[in-house]
Nanobody, 114 residues
Framework: QVQLIESGGGLVEPGGSLTLSCRAQ????????MGWYRQAPGKQRELVAS???????TYEDSVKGRFTVSRDNPTNTVFLTANNLKPEDTAVYYC????????WGPGTQVTVSS
């Protein structure tokens, strides 16, 4: 059973940047699609970015040009670099493996505020 461990959340001012990391423990990381989702208060969880085993990447429209997803298979880690952060990016960010019915991390809070 895979365990996903996120890190890198926190408080950042509008226009700032941060990088989230998620390390997978316990399975064949390089065979799975990895994704970052987020859930803001009172809203549904949404897919922010995903990267397949072959490197195919998708982004939610509001983060295109600002966020970058990447993966490092030798260390079983997926990253989300967020630039030019906006208050509406405030949410709990979740690492995911294998899509909505796959494995989830516990989430990390990102707050964008001055």
């Amino acid at each position: 059973q895979v365990q996903l461990i996120e890190s890198g959340g926190g408080l950042v001012e509008p226009g700032g940047s941060l990088t989230l990391s998620c390390r997978a423990q316990g399975n064949l990381f390089n065979l799975h699609v990895m994704g970052w989702y987020r859930q803001a208060p009172g809203k549904q969880r949404e897919l922010v970015a995903s990267i397949t085993a072959g490197g195919l990447i998708t982004y939610e429209d509001s983060v295109k040009g600002r966020f970058t997803v990447s993966r490092d298979n030798p260390t079983n880690t997926v990253f989300l670099t967020a630039n030019n952060l906006k208050p509406e990016d405030t949410a709990v960010y979740y690492c995911n493996q294998g899509g909505p019915y796959g494995a989830w991390g516990p989430g990390t809070q990102v707050t964008v505020s001055s």
